[in-house]
Nanobody, 119 residues
């Protein structure tokens, strides 16, 4: 059974910081390792959008709206990914989802963690 568990969301004032964590667990990863890990976010009535993604080799890609403020990192051995969010803005308010794409191409998702930034 595959499980992606996010943590670290919450309520913060504009200009503050939060650090999201995600741990991927499941026997499948022993023979189908994770390639890309990423963070997405979604607000009511809108599609889920990419925030940041990191490859197994450490290459990163960010949405333009978060460049210079957010940093994604991962630990391949522990199947963990983090998202350090600094200089948060009210428009960053969303449910943040962790994603893992394994070598076969299949993707797995967490249930999401709420981030609320007050003005």
């Amino acid at each position: 059974q595959v499980q992606l568990q996010e943590s670290g969301g919450g309520l913060v004032q504009a200009g503050g910081s939060l650090r999201l964590s995600c741990t991927a667990s499941g026997n499948i990863f022993s023979f189908n390792p994770i390639n890309n890990m990423g963070w997405y976010r979604q607000t009511p009535g809108n599609q889920r959008e990419l925030v940041a993604v990191i490859t197994r080799g450490g290459s990163t890609n960010y949405a333009d709206s978060v460049k210079g403020r957010f940093t994604i990192s991962r630990d391949n051995a522990k199947n963990m990914v983090w998202l350090q969010m600094n200089s948060l803005k009210p428009e960053d308010t969303a449910v943040y989802f962790c994603s893992s794409v394994v070598r076969s191409g299949r993707d797995y998702w967490g249930q999401g963690t709420q981030v609320t930034v007050s003005s």
